[in-house]
């Protein structure tokens, strides 16, 4: 195992080198993964396959094209990225220069996760470069062919004295843990992200926690059932439902209950033909372990929909369970698998209750032509995120994408990934002339009513002031400063006399 003491103190030494922030450098490296990804396209498609038996389409979409997309988009738009930003000001800094810069944080870990093993660890590492950071990349040690595939490419495309992978499993996990790193990135399950949330707090390290948890469908019968069970279950079967925004359970009335079952069973049929077993576009599970796991939760109901599964090959074939109580198994944990149980209420105001009952989800999926309860649904619960009337598409925008409570910490993507791996370094620039100093001299001693009065009016903030109106403050600033000094001027002349 690499020492990881030595490999944080390499790129510590490089990080305080400089190497890494001129933007060129950031640019070039960006360019370089770029490369790697369209040069290296089948080799991604077949590491995934082996993991995950990943289709060429999920892999292509949701892998490869989904990175090099982001880094075109980051590289594009770099340069104005890490520009200081100039934010508003005050009547009290008129004369004055604020910045925002974006300081890189130093070294920081990348910990990726299986399902998505090369996009959800090289993604954050991408805006860890633009950000101008060192970086230390951890893939997943349960997708082995796409962490081994990460540790040989890597070094031939990026530069090593700033990107490294470092692979292994707990017990390397456990030890790098051990290092200062200035900002850990982690993806993965909730009781891991506590464990990488402890470590990091011994050395205050600030993290970005991108967990999972329950995320909940609401569907009611306003909504076309036939189009939102397609998107439903097209969000529930990519990656066999091993996706952290995998619908988890689906919450409905008993008569949409029902319609969903039967435009379910028509569209398993449609998208995996009469046996999905046979279908090359359904993953499979991961691990003997995670399969293991999924067969013991179908086998304590049964499936109206589904409910078959294979060993060999660890096939699970999308199941639908209607007869699920709150209280079983797989109402408890994340399903991470083809498995969707079905929950009924009576209404919306019902649906609230139980989601809020239950921990933050990641995201909440709403299917309803009814503006009234979706505002409700909305306004009423919390999660990461909401989508309405889809699944999954939310990944496709730029907005910031991440948990809230057991579901995470922060967030990402888009320009929201270079600004969690730079510090905002707040800068204010003062000079030293007279007419700035006059006018702020009264906050010396000694203090006096009239002196606090001017500070006041100084400081106030004023909500809605226009910059028109702060110019004639100005004014009036600087006449009162000059009558002050014409002032003090003659005092000390008729002193001298
Ligand atoms: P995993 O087993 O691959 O673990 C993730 C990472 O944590 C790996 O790199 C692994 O080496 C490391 N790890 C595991 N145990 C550790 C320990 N004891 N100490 C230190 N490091 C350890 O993945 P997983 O946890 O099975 O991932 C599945 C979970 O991740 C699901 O809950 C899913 O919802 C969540 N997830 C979230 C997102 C997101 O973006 N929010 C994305 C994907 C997965």
Known sequence: MTNPSELVQTLRNTFNSGKTKPVEFR???LKALQRLYEENTEAMIEVLGKD???????????EIDYLINDLRHTIANLRSWVEPEQPPKGFVNMLDSLYIYNDPYGVVLVIGSWNYPIQLTLLPVAGAIAAGNCVVIKPSEVSSASSKFMAETIPKYLDSDCYRVFEGGV??????????????F?????????????????????????????????????????VATKRLLWGKCI????????????????????????????????????????SPDLCRIINDRQFQRLVALIKQHKPAVGGNFDASDRYVEPTILTDVDLKD???KDEIFGPILPVVTVDDASEAIKLINAREKPLVFYIFSNNKKDVKLLIDNTSSGGVLVNDTIM???TDMPFGGVGTSGMGSYHGKYTFDTFSHKKSCLYKD????????ASSRYPPYSDRKLKFLQLLLKKRQGVSFKCLSYLVVFGIGFASAVGCKHLLETKNFLK
């Open 432 to 439: 030293l002339g007279i007419l700035g100093e006059t006018l």
């Open 186 to 226: 982690y993806t993965g399950s909730s009781q891991v992200g506590k464990i990488i949330h402890t470590a990091a707090s011994q050395h205050l390290t600030p993290v970005t926690l991108e967990l999972g948890g329950k995320s909940p469908v609401y569907l009611d019968k306003s909504a076309d059932i036939k």
């Open 52 to 62: 995950l038996r990943k289709s060429k389409q999920e892999s292509i979409l949701l």
């Open 329 to 331: 198994p797989v109402m």
């Open 171 to 184: 017990a390397e996990t456990t030890a790098l843990l051990k290092e200062k790193f200035d900002y850990i």
């Open 27 to 29: 640019l070039k490296q």
């Open 394 to 396: 939310h990944m496709a």
């Open 239 to 278: 990656n066999a439902g091993q996706t952290c925004v995998a619908p988890d359970y689906l919450i409905c009335t008993r008569d949409v209950r029902d319609r969903f079952v039967d435009c379910a069973k028509e569209t398993i049929r449609e998208f995996f033909g009469s046996d999905p077993k046979q």
